[in-house]
């Protein structure tokens, strides 16, 4: 809504976790097509945050939220199953 790239939320009490996702912002990526030439690839990038009570989650249960997050929006057929 607001054009902010990316920022970091805070926790009030009682979150446990919170997710702060900034816009989406297109840019040119190095692209290897099926003949094995590079070619130049808009795509759209958006960060996102997650900050979290480290009493309440360990940092490796958020980063494998963050993974599975991330491979559901390179591969958005996950998301119909």
Known sequence: ???VD???AI???P???ILAVGRGNKVVEAFIGADGVEKPWAVTK???T???DHRIFDGQVGASFLAELRSNFEDVRR???
Do not use: K
């Open 1 to 3: 809504m607001y054009p």
């Open 6 to 8: 990316q920022f970091c």
């Open 11 to 13: 926790i009030n009490p």
């Open 15 to 17: 979150q446990a976790e």
């Open 46 to 48: 958006m960060d996102v």
């Open 50 to 52: 997650l900050s979290a």
């Open 79 to 81: 998301l119909l199953l």
